[in-house]
């Protein structure tokens, strides 16, 4: 199994909502990643997990916050957010995160703030 | 500053044609260089990844060559096909403690029958 799988596919919301993208692996990687990626742009990294720990966080806003319940699973809480944080979110994993290990990444959520 | 530039910014060639995408890079210190392609709306998947020692590497129709001297890489697409119509993206990864990726902002390559 080389998937990286993501929920949901779309997510409209309200600024003063609070919801939740969920990010799945089970190639036994141990770092696990969050990317916003705006149209026609490279995608921005967000979070970097390893080993269940928050390795780096790119001085991202607090409406966003990385949850890593488990080796497999990543999640993205998200909580007041603006409509300029419309963005596809994209979750990756690798086997850790030196290189030269491969980041296989998910189909991402297609996030509208509305 | 650590940067990655890609040209075209966008290719259109009829189907069966081949065609050649550039990748500069200011990234220092280098660890590695990988192509991804991507589906509009969808997650990047690898073709390619290089490190310093390697010049070129293939997968499939893909040919990715690096010239680690002049910072340059390029891919090379043979014999395109429709379903080649996606956005390229070169990613150069920095070694700087923690592995960063920076990425460039990509080719958008259509292929018309």
């Known amino acids: 199994d080389t998937e990286v799988t993501q929920t949901p596919k779309h997510l409209v919301m309200g600024m003063t909502n609070k919801k939740s993208l969920k990010c799945e692996q089970h190639?036994?990687?141990?770092?696990m990643y969050w990317y916003k990626q705006k149209a026609k742009k490279p995608p921005e990294l967000m979070f970097v997990?390893?080993?269940?720990?928050?390795?780096i966080n790119e001085s991202v806003p607090s409406r966003f916050s990385p949850e890593c319940p488990n080796s497999s699973l990543l999640n993205l809480h998200l909580h007041a957010l603006q409509p300029e944080d419309s963005a596809l979110y994209l979750c990756?994993?690798?086997?850790?995160?030196?290189?030269?290990?491969?980041?296989?990444f998910g189909p991402g959520t297609r996030l509208t703030v509305t | 500053k650590n940067q990655v530039e890609q040209s075209p910014q966008s290719l259109i060639i009829l189907e069966g044609k081949n065609c050649t995408l550039q990748c500069n890079y200011t990234v220092s210190p280098f660890s590695n260089l990988r192509w991804y392609k991507q589906d509009t709306g969808r997650g990047p998947v690898s073709l390619t990844i290089m490190t310093f020692s390697e010049n070129t590497k293939s997968n499939g129709r893909y040919t990715a060559t690096l010239d680690a001297d002049t910072k340059q890489s390029s891919l090379h697409i043979t014999a395109s096909q429709l379903s080649d119509s996606a956005s390229y993206i070169c990613?150069?990864?920095?070694?700087?403690?923690?592995?960063?990726?920076?990425f460039g902002t990509g080719t958008r390559l259509t292929i018309i029958p």
């Open positions: 990613v150069v990864t920095r070694n700087f403690g923690n592995e960063k990726l920076t």
């Open positions: 997990y390893s080993y269940e720990k928050l390795s």
């Open positions: 190639m036994g990687h141990r770092a």
């Open positions: 990756a994993s690798s086997q850790g995160e030196a290189l030269p290990y491969e980041q296989y």
